[in-house]
């Protein structure tokens, strides 16, 4: 099993071209000297991730910006000026002390300071730059408490810093900032809405850079995961039982029905988006500790954060 380590081991395993789990407000991250490029190698071999998927490098401090970008436009210092340390990540020119190896071989980088106390301790002690995409293998659950990256991963990783369960449950909001049109590349707890509201542009969805948490399907547990309307909550859960299989359900607490049967398995439900997405993984990776073959998911209402959560689980439903 993947040992757990306080701050200062963390520090020394990093800094010996190791791979550190660790804390985050959005979702655990897994760590590496993103200035070392076998360190990187063995995070992508960790993950199962390919080559060509980039990673974000977490920085201690805004001011570090400006040493791990080549050119950084007017609106993304505006960006991180409001919303750094925080659940934001600006994609801008990398400076050649990035390794291509993090950007996987891409000349732009992604750039965040992580809003945790550990996270920020752990990367001012290491004095680097820290590449950490969400701890968890590729295309899976990501890890919102020490015990999922523990699940996760074994012994290949050095270990884990417990700072408890992540406060805000899912990945960064992606801010493509390469060029004039802002573009929102993964939605997360900053919505497009916030940002255009403080740029004072009309902000883009979606974009062409490769981005695992943009694949169709990412973020799927080993049972199939189906969303499904309020309304039809009942009827697709005893089509499914008839079938024999076995149900689990994700919803908002208003969104559950009266009546269910009881051999449908409640994951988790949520009394407003927010708490959506903090409990959304740790529901999803219950799924499969309860042997559930498929999760009827409710997602919320598309706003705010909800949007985010929406995002996840439609990917999370996709093409399996
Ligand atoms: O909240 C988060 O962002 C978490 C925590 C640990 O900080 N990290 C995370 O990393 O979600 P990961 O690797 O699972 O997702 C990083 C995303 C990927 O979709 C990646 O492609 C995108 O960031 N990304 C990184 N650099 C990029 C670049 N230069 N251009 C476009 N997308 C980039
Ligand atoms: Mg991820």
Redesign the pocket.
Known sequence: MTPLLDVEAAVGRLAAGELVGFP?E????LGADASNSDALRALYAAKGRPAG????V?LGDGAALDAWAAEVPDHAHRLVAQWWPG?L?V?VAASARVSRVA?GG?D???L?V?DHPVALELIERFGGGVA???ANRFGRVSSTTAAAVRAEFGPEIAGVVDGGACGVGV??T?V?CTSETVRV??PGAITAEMIGELLGVEVLLGGT??????LASHYAPAARVEIVARSSIGVRAAMLLGAGDRVGIIAARDDLPDGLDDAVVTLATADSPAEYARILYSALRSADDHDVDVVLAVPPEPIGIGAAVADRLGRAATGR
């Open positions: 985050t959005t979702v655990y991250g998927h980039p990673v974000i977490h659940p990540t994609v950007t891409l732009t980088v992604g965040r992580p950490a995409p969400s990945e960064s992606i493509d590349l993964r850079t490769r981005a695992p948490g943009t």
